[in-house]
């Protein structure tokens, strides 16, 4: 096939399917993009004071229907103009001068002067104990201004009005870093990272392959991005809060970075009342793509069912596949430390009672240690096996046994 024809197949697979339809439009209220975007019909919070401080042009809308995109929809904050999110990513160093100043809250954390900040303000009280929310970061500073000392950075900060607390929760991992190109990237915190590629008609056979990996970057023109992150904050039912979404370039005002929050994700609730939480169900279901996969909700409680392939007689885990799942539910984990998980091992009915006991036991241990290496603390995890005595299928044809060796993981709430 000439490549021409190759590459008009290509992209005519992929408009067909919708995969290039990113949308960014600038220059809305901020009062329209609070209420009727970020914050969720169902929760209980009432808002007032809405604020935005930048150019107009660093904040929008966004929309994406595409199967592979990140977030659907939602609100895009940008330190230049939120247009040049849309791809393809044909360009690595897209940047774009507002002319607005910096930051004072971000210039005492950053590396450098801060310039082109967009910050976006309001003030809310709820009924609840808990507020949540959903976000990815991007940017064009991947990957050739890792540990350059020049990141692009931004704050979500929670401020009590009452007691005068603040606490930034635009942060990731046991050790609460900052979320930045320096502390996210293929090196560090690689769980967290997503590479986008090249866009260029010489890929075009890649693209066939990958059609995913293809679309994120004909819809995206940033270099790199974070998975999809999870966020909140305990809180004081009916106290006055204000929440500050800050982003602004550091050091210089060129290569763009850019904050996606997610429509409807601004949410309240009660924790000791979620033993299955929406939020996380939301978050399995969105990023456990995979069709071997399974996700219950059972009574109180969410299960993840995983066909794990594991070695004849072993514990081992082989499959990359299966330390991928792994890695994003230690990384939804990450986000939500009053999770606690019970790890399930189950055999077909192949083996004696004892042998399949000790199988299931060990590789119950495997996954509950896999999680651990992830930075889920042993203190929020059990570990059991039940050999054959809990089968989804029958044990006499192949295909049923082989959804009976499978391992479960049970969440719910501290």
Known sequence: MKPIILIS?????????????????????????????????????????????????????????????????????????????????????????????????????????????????????????????????????????????????????????????????????????????????????????????????????QWMKEPGKGALALNYQFDGFTNILSTGSAIVPNQKYKITFTIADVGDDLYDSAVFLEEGSFGSGNRQSRSAPKELLKSLNTELIDQSVEILEVKNEIIVRLNIPFRFDSDEIKSDQSMMELNVIARILRMDEGVLIKVEGHTDGMGSVGYNDDLSERRAATVKAYLESKGIEAGRMTSEGFADRQPISDNITESGRRKNRRVELRFFVN
Do not use: C
Not at 23 to 30: E, F, G, M
Not at 41 to 67: C, H, M, R
């Open 9 to 205: 197949f290509l992209l005519l697979s992929l408009l067909s399917n919708g995969q290039t339809a990113l949308n960014v439009r600038a220059d809305l209220h901020p009062s329209f993009l609070v209420k009727r975007l970020l914050i969720s019909p169902e929760s209980d919070i009432e808002v007032e004071n809405i604020q935005y401080t930048g150019n107009k042009y660093s904040l929008g809308a966004f929309s994406n229907p595409s199967k592979y995109n990140l977030i659907k929809k939602g609100i895009i904050m940008s330190t230049g103009h939120v247009e040049d999110a849309v791809g393809p990513n044909d360009e690595g160093n897209v940047g774009r001068r507002m002319g607005t100043p910096g930051d004072v809250a971000l210039d005492r954390i950053a590396s450098g002067p801060t310039f082109d900040a967009s910050k976006l303000s309001f003030e809310f009280s709820s009924a609840s104990d808990s507020i949540f929310f959903r976000y990815f970061f991007a940017s064009e500073e991947y990957p050739e201004y890792v540990n350059k000392e020049v990141n692009d950075i931004f704050i979500f900060e929670l401020l009590n009005l009452s007691t005068g607390e603040k606490n930034n929760l635009a942060v990731v991992g046991n050790k609460k870093e900052l979320v930045t190109v320096d502390n996210i990237n293929s090196r560090k915190n690689a769980e967290y990272y997503i590479e986008n590629a090249y866009w260029s008609p010489d890929n075009a056979e």
